[in-house]
């Protein structure tokens, strides 16, 4: 039976195969298309009497809420003997109860909404996510309210999240990625608070006092930016946020202080010794802000530099023509207020130290003497443009977007001109913005590894040779 099954199959198939053969295909070479079009989504903007931003966009496919609330108020504000009070500040948000809630009651709350808490303390501002089912809207907005406006900051949920912080502190040396990242950090902002990270000391010192004076400096309306898409009735949203929010007074108070930078740090080699057959390697400057005139051209040529993947010169010269190592890359973290790193980097066998720096720092002296080629202009544009309309897949990504925008003061038509943009960035533009942004000769140069692999290269280089701080500076013992 099931052999007859199968024959009748197969005769069916083959029927069916010859009927397709018989009929004219087009012929795909001939085949055209309409051009693909893409408009930026559009963002509900609202303003509550009481300064609440409001952002919204709708979305009924699934019965979901996602609430993002931004707060300016960031980690660049905490003092450097209490660095890490704000990201404790915002651990407290999401653990240490709300309003009439203890921390038990509150976890239990959310668990039975099946309702997603997160929070987070950024350089520059700090956010409170929810993720929710529609139908219990009305009961997230008012536990947002109370995270906001009336938090606990239990002081046992206090000391169980300072302990956390100091076992992160403890292990966070373990990798050697982790230590090469933090000492280029500390070496590009040497005396400031972005090159600041938490010590033992640090985290120890702060109280739930700290956090309390935190809280009422910066947690009011008129500092607040808010983010709601989903499956949600407008009116009924206005009415829900008025109810809970409405009665809180805006507040005369003074944004966040951001120091500014010092003196550009002297290149040095910073050397981490650790007992492995390869070298974490970090190459780092002080790069751009948002705000910079060159921000397309910068980012069209660190897509040719190392930023492209497989399309990027470092990537093809150090992994695939010579390889040395399986991955080369580079990036510049565009700064929202200050100017943020350029990284370079790789990791090689011990062996290949040197020559994996050397070409790097050759690469970029190319960039800065010949123009790319058309084709690798082409694609560096190409990819990026392409890449930019991908960001626009998820519905609250596009609210938050259209938030963290305008609290940065970004131009408002930034989104609707950036392909434009990029797609009018030349081939000498390139080559100006590799002249003005890559200095090979200045870098701060981070190597982890084996040292005795690279001591030669140290002395070649004739930079100050420095020894990346141990457990011990942070109070490890």
Same mark, same amino acid.
């Given at each position: 039976?099931?052999?007859?099954?199968?024959?009748?199959?197969?005769?069916?198939?083959?029927?069916? #195969?010859?009927?397709?053969?018989?009929?004219?295909?087009?012929?795909?070479?001939?085949?055209?298309? &309409?051009?693909?079009?893409?408009?930026?989504?559009?963002?509900?903007?609202?303003?509550?009497?009481?300064?609440?931003?409001?952002?919204?966009?709708?979305?009924?496919?699934?019965?979901?809420?996602?609430?993002?609330?931004?707060?300016?108020?960031? /980690?660049?504000?905490?003092?450097?003997?209490?660095?890490? *009070?704000?990201?404790?500040?915002?651990?407290?948000?999401? /653990?240490?109860?709300?309003?009439?809630? &203890?921390?038990?009651?509150?976890?239990?709350?959310? #668990?039975?909404? %099946? %309702?997603?808490?997160?929070?987070?303390?950024?350089?520059?501002?700090?956010?409170?996510?929810?993720?929710?089912?529609?139908?219990?809207?009305? !009961?997230? $907005?008012?536990?947002?309210?109370?995270?906001?406006? =009336?938090?606990?900051?239990?002081?046992?949920?206090?000391?169980?999240?300072?302990?956390? %912080? @100091?076992?992160?502190?403890?292990?966070?040396?373990?990798?050697?990625?982790?230590? #090469?990242?933090?000492?280029?950090?500390? &070496?590009?902002?040497?005396?400031?608070?972005?090159? *600041?990270?938490?010590?033992?000391?640090?985290?120890?010192?702060?109280?739930?006092?700290?956090?309390?004076?935190?809280?009422?400096?910066?947690?009011?309306?008129?500092?607040? +930016?808010?983010?709601?898409?989903?499956?949600?009735?407008? &009116?009924?949203?206005?009415?829900?946020?008025?109810?809970?929010?409405?009665? +809180?007074?805006?507040?005369?108070?003074?944004?966040?202080?951001?120091?500014?930078?010092?003196?550009?740090?002297?290149? %040095?080699? +910073?050397?981490? !010794?650790?007992?492995?057959?390869?070298?974490? @390697?970090?190459?780092?400057?002080?790069?751009?802000?948002?705000?910079?005139?060159?921000?397309?051209?910068? =980012? $069209?040529?660190?897509?040719?530099?190392?930023?492209?993947?497989?399309?990027?010169?470092?990537?093809?010269?150090?992994?695939?023509?010579?390889?040395?190592?399986?991955?080369?890359?580079?990036?510049?973290?565009?700064?929202?207020?200050?100017?943020?790193?350029?990284?370079?980097?790789?990791?090689?066998?011990?062996?290949?130290?040197?020559?994996?720096?050397?070409?790097?720092?050759?690469?970029?002296?190319?960039?800065?003497?010949?123009?790319? /080629?058309?084709?690798?202009?082409? $694609?560096?544009?190409?990819?990026?443009?392409?890449?930019?309309?991908?960001?626009?897949?998820?519905?609250?990504?596009?609210?938050?977007?259209?938030?963290?925008?305008?609290?940065?003061?970004?131009?408002?038509?930034?989104?609707?001109?950036?392909?434009?943009?990029?797609?009018?960035?030349?081939?000498?533009?390139?080559?100006? #913005?590799?002249?003005?942004?890559?200095?090979?000769?200045?870098?701060? @140069?981070?190597?982890?590894?084996?040292?005795?692999?690279?001591?030669?290269?140290?002395?070649?280089?004739?930079?100050?040779?420095?020894?990346?701080?141990?457990?011990?500076?942070?109070? $490890?013992?």
């Amino acid at each position: 039976m099931k052999r007859n099954l199968t024959r009748a199959f197969l005769l069916g198939f083959l029927i069916l #195969a010859a009927g397709c053969a018989s009929q004219s295909l087009p012929d795909p070479r001939q085949m055209s298309f &309409a051009p693909v079009t893409f408009e930026v989504p559009d963002v509900q903007r609202q303003n509550l009497p009481n300064g609440v931003q409001l952002y919204m966009r709708e979305d009924h496919e699934l019965p979901l809420i996602e609430m993002t609330a931004l707060i300016g108020a960031g /980690t660049i504000a905490d003092p450097a003997e209490k660095t890490g *009070r704000s990201d404790l500040l915002a651990k407290l948000l999401a /653990t240490g109860g709300a309003g009439d809630r &203890a921390p038990e009651e509150l976890d239990q709350t959310l #668990a039975l909404m %099946a %309702a997603d808490l997160n929070t987070a303390a950024e350089t520059y501002h700090t956010t409170v996510s929810l993720s929710l089912r529609s139908e219990d809207l009305a !009961e997230a $907005v008012a536990i947002l309210a109370d995270l906001l406006r =009336r938090p606990r900051f239990d002081p046992a949920r206090l000391e169980v999240a300072k302990r956390q %912080a @100091i076992e992160r502190i403890r292990r966070r040396d373990d990798q050697p990625g982790s230590l #090469a990242q933090r000492a280029l950090k500390q &070496a590009l902002y040497p005396s400031h608070p972005l090159g *600041r990270v938490p010590t033992v000391n640090t985290v120890q010192a702060v109280t739930r006092e700290d956090l309390v004076q935190e809280h009422r400096r910066f947690f009011h309306p008129n500092n607040l +930016w808010l983010g709601i898409s989903g499956d949600f009735d407008p &009116a009924e949203l206005e009415r829900l946020l008025t109810d809970a929010l409405g009665d +809180w007074r805006r507040e005369n108070f003074t944004p966040q202080q951001v120091p500014p930078l010092g003196p550009p740090p002297q290149p %040095a080699i +910073w050397v981490g !010794e650790k007992d492995l057959p390869q070298t974490t @390697i970090l190459l780092g400057d002080i790069g751009i802000s948002k705000d910079n005139p060159d921000l397309h051209a910068v =980012r $069209v040529m660190n897509f040719v530099l190392g930023g492209g993947g497989f399309n990027s010169r470092l990537m093809r010269e150090i992994r695939s023509n010579r390889g040395l190592a399986y991955s080369a890359y580079s990036y510049f973290q565009v700064g929202r207020r200050l100017p943020g790193p350029f990284v370079a980097g790789s990791e090689t066998r011990s062996e290949a130290t040197a020559e994996v720096v050397t070409l790097i720092r050759e690469i970029m002296k190319r960039m800065r003497e010949e123009k790319i /080629t058309d084709e690798q202009l082409q $694609v560096a544009r190409e990819s990026l443009i392409n890449s930019f309309v991908f960001g626009f897949t998820e519905t609250q990504e596009i609210v938050n977007t259209a938030m963290r925008l305008d609290y940065y003061a970004y131009p408002p038509d930034f989104l609707v001109t950036y392909r434009d943009r990029v797609a009018a960035v030349g081939a000498e533009e390139v080559l100006q #913005a590799a002249r003005e942004y890559l200095h090979p000769e200045k870098l701060s @140069i981070v190597l982890v590894g084996d040292r005795r692999a690279f001591a030669e290269l140290v002395r070649e280089l004739d930079l100050p040779e420095k020894e990346i701080p141990g457990p011990e500076a942070a109070g $490890v013992q």
